[in-house]
């Protein structure tokens, strides 16, 4: 628990600007074929070897626990429009194809680009597709992240978010982060305004602890968060807790990790070798045995590597394998 608001938001503001970077890193060192160059983490959580392939959000839309965040389809640095913007539509266009029925995103990317480039892609959109976005976070310039939490603020960047994706309501509305000059309560309050107005759906939360979950449901029914997590990173273990016990969509933000090296001998590489799969698909298929509330959303400009994750649901690890990766220390 966060004692201290000011710290909290510095915190969150340079985990977002690592995550560019760190994201861009791992990904050269696997294409570069150097696997090795990816997780490492601890757990005391043994699987639950969670197998169901679709989760209830919101006890009114069956999602399939493998979506797609679509942060990447913008251009460099989650900045303007991608330099190839009709690839951009293909990717968006194959999720779908491939099964895909849960989009994450947020009026942050791009900032805008990536809400428009949905609504161009897809609609009108599959009545089984479930939009799911994000308002809270400005971007003044190119790699900055600026919490705006204020309930004017909100109201004004949800009716942004439904004129860019050509809807009446957002299905599920995301708290992106907790400004340290806004309390919580007047947050969560401006989407309780603009749900009962039937502008949201359901109201999720981002970036966000315990404590101050257990706050917003004093204010309004929330079905799901989205923190940091994956194999290297499970700062949130205990909100992922949380969620399991109160049935709680879990989005990992960030779930293929990334930055640390390890041994080419490590757990990973091995149950990879052993499966002919990438250690991409096997980081996936670890967390979606992680938690029946896990609901991983990764996120790609590539149609090779996004055809890559979605068949990461269908690789199953053994108990023992499982247990291997999750001892896996920094």
Same mark, same amino acid.
């Given at each position: 628990m ?5 710290? =909290?938001?510095?915190?969150? $503001?340079?985990t977002? /600007?690592?995550f560019?970077g760190i ?10 074929g150097?696997p090795?160059?990816i997780?490492g983490?601890?757990?005391?959580t $043994?699987s639950?070897m %969670?197998?169901n392939?679709t989760f209830s959000?919101g006890g009114d ?8 965040g679509a942060m990447?389809?913008t251009?460099?640095?989650i ?6 913007r009709q690839?951009?539509?293909k990717?968006l266009? /194959?999720?779908?194809?491939l099964g895909v029925?849960?989009i994450?995103t947020a009026?942050?990317y ?6 428009l480039?949905i609504?161009?892609a897809?609609y009108p959109y #599959? +009545?089984e597709?479930v939009?799911a976005? +994000?308002g809270g976070?400005?971007?003044?310039g190119a790699?900055q992240w600026?919490?705006d939490c204020r309930p004017?603020?909100?109201?004004q960047a949800?009716?942004? !978010?439904l004129?860019?994706l ?6 599920l509305y995301q ?5 340290s000059k806004? =309390? ?5 309050g401006?989407? +309780?305004?603009?749900?009962d107005a039937g ?6 939360l981002s970036?966000v ?7 917003a449901?004093?204010?309004?029914p929330?079905?799901?968060?989205q923190n940091?997590?994956?194999i ?14 109160? +049935?709680?969509g ?6 293929i990790?990334?930055g640390r090296g390890?041994?080419?001998?490590? #757990?990973l ?6 499966h002919? %799969? !990438?250690?991409f698909q ?6 979606l045995e992680?938690s029946p509330v896990?609901?991983p959303i990764?996120?790609? $400009? $590539?149609? =090779? ?7 990461a649901?269908k ?6 394998e499982?247990?291997a990766?999750?001892a896996?220390?920094?």
């Amino acid at each position: 628990m966060r004692d201290e608001p000011a710290a =909290a938001d510095q915190e969150r $503001s340079v985990t977002r /600007r690592k995550f560019v970077g760190i994201t861009a890193a791992t990904g050269a060192a696997l294409l570069a074929g150097k696997p090795d160059v990816i997780l490492g983490a601890s757990t005391a959580t $043994s699987s639950n070897m %969670a197998t169901n392939p679709t989760f209830s959000l919101g006890g009114d839309f069956t999602v399939n626990r493998l979506g797609f965040g679509a942060m990447r389809v913008t251009g460099q640095g989650i900045w303007g429009w991608p330099t190839d913007r009709q690839n951009a539509l293909k990717v968006l266009r /194959r999720a779908v194809e491939l099964g895909v029925n849960l989009i994450d995103t947020a009026d942050a990317y791009g900032p805008d680009t990536s809400e428009l480039l949905i609504a161009e892609a897809l609609y009108p959109y #599959p +009545k089984e597709l479930v939009i799911a976005t +994000k308002g809270g976070l400005t971007r003044p310039g190119a790699g900055q992240w600026v919490p705006d939490c204020r309930p004017d603020h909100l109201k004004q960047a949800l009716d942004g !978010s439904l004129k860019r994706l050509r809807l009446d309501r957002i299905d599920l509305y995301q708290l992106h982060t907790v400004d340290s000059k806004v =309390a919580i309560e007047e947050s969560v309050g401006a989407l +309780k305004q603009m749900q009962d107005a039937g502008k949201i759906r359901h109201i999720g939360l981002s970036n966000v602890d315990r404590a101050e979950i257990d706050r917003a449901r004093k204010i309004a029914p929330i079905v799901s968060v989205q923190n940091r997590y994956n194999i290297q990173d499970r700062e949130s273990e205990d909100v992922l807790v949380y969620c399991e016990k109160e +049935k709680l969509g879990f989005l990992p933000w960030f779930p293929i990790g990334g930055g640390r090296g390890l041994k080419s001998e490590n #757990p990973l590489n091995t149950v990879a070798k052993a499966h002919g %799969a !990438s250690v991409f698909q096997v980081a996936l298929a670890w967390l979606l045995e992680r938690s029946p509330v896990m609901l991983p959303i990764p996120g790609t $400009s $590539s149609l =090779a590597h996004l055809e890559e994750n979605v068949a990461a649901a269908k690789l199953k690890l053994t108990p023992e394998e499982w247990k291997a990766i999750g001892a896996l220390a920094r």
